[in-house]
Nanobody, 120 residues
Framework: QVQLVESGGGLVQAGGSLRLSCAASRTSISINAAKWYRQAPGKQRELVAFITTVGNTNYADSVKGRFTVSRDNDKNTVYLQMNSLKPEDTAVYYC??????????????WGQGTQVTVSS
């Protein structure tokens, strides 16, 4: 199937770091522009970071300077490096991207989400 799979979430203490991965379900799937979202309990989903095919990036003000989005096109994977984590970063993190497989574009494809919990 044409899917995105997130991984790398977990439980860390405030000030710690995690690296999330967003990988295409098949090696032959190309990831175009990709976004990282998060949704905390009781809150709406918010855009955290964005990366273009060529590596240009944008970040939400709340994570700028702490989070870094990157990609490895050879591995068909997008990453979100999260440093200096705060309890308010606790959320389920989702990858969203346009994918291309067998000549077909799959726009706005969502991963299943990975839980990030930051303790006080």
């Amino acid at each position: 199937q044409v899917q995105l799979v997130e991984s790398g979430g977990g439980l860390v203490q405030a000030g710690g770091s995690l690296r999330l991965s967003c990988a295409a379900s098949r090696t032959s799937i190309s990831i175009n522009a990709a976004k990282w979202y998060r949704q905390a309990p009781g809150k709406q989903r918010e855009l955290v970071a964005f990366i273009t095919t060529v590596g240009n990036t944008n970040y939400a003000d709340s994570v700028k300077g702490r989070f870094t989005v990157s990609r490895d096109n050879d591995k068909n994977t997008v990453y979100l490096q999260m440093n200096s984590l705060k309890p308010e970063d606790t959320a389920v993190y989702y990858c969203n991207a346009d994918l291309k497989y067998a000549g077909t574009w799959y726009g706005g494809t969502w991963g299943q989400g990975t839980q990030v919990t930051v303790s006080s």
